[in-house]
């Protein structure tokens, strides 16, 4: 079972960071539930939701992203913020493959303004 905990987390923190992953079927299927709920959460925007996020993800750059790039670009949208596009067989085992990606594409944080210099006179 934690294996199964582990992988999940790695997929989401994946899916948070890359914008979009590749993998089997029912692992997307699984990382898109535990990806919308993480999203639910951020939403809240409080430390407590930021603390349990970092508990579940384990990537400090993962809960940051979330909370500054995705959570943005999910506003006003009640769900739904991620899509599974099926790709086909992989050729070794003929295992159905997918790719799991955001609906609306997360920006970039916004960079931090420098200070203006001030007027010569």
Not at 29 to 57: F, H, I, N, P, Y
Not at 58 to 64: G, L
Not at 67 to 91: H, L, S
Request: proline share 7%; no cysteine; hydrophobic share 45%.
């Amino acid at each position: 079972m934690a294996h199964r905990k582990e992988l999940m987390s790695s997929l989401v923190a994946n899916l948070i960071l890359q914008d979009r992953i590749t993998t089997t079927l029912p692992k997307a299927k699984q990382a898109r539930r535990d990806a919308e709920k993480m999203v639910t959460l951020a939403r809240k925007g409080t430390l407590a939701a930021r603390r349990l996020a970092a508990s579940r993800l384990r990537s400090p750059a993962a809960v940051k992203k979330l909370f500054d790039a995705v959570v943005p670009a999910m506003d006003g949208r009640p769900g739904g913020y991620t899509r599974i596009i099926k790709t086909g067989t992989r050729r070794g085992d003929a295992a159905e493959m997918a790719i799991l990606e955001w609906v609306a594409a997360p920006k970039a944080a916004p960079a931090a303004e420098p200070a203006a210099e001030p007027a010569q006179a």
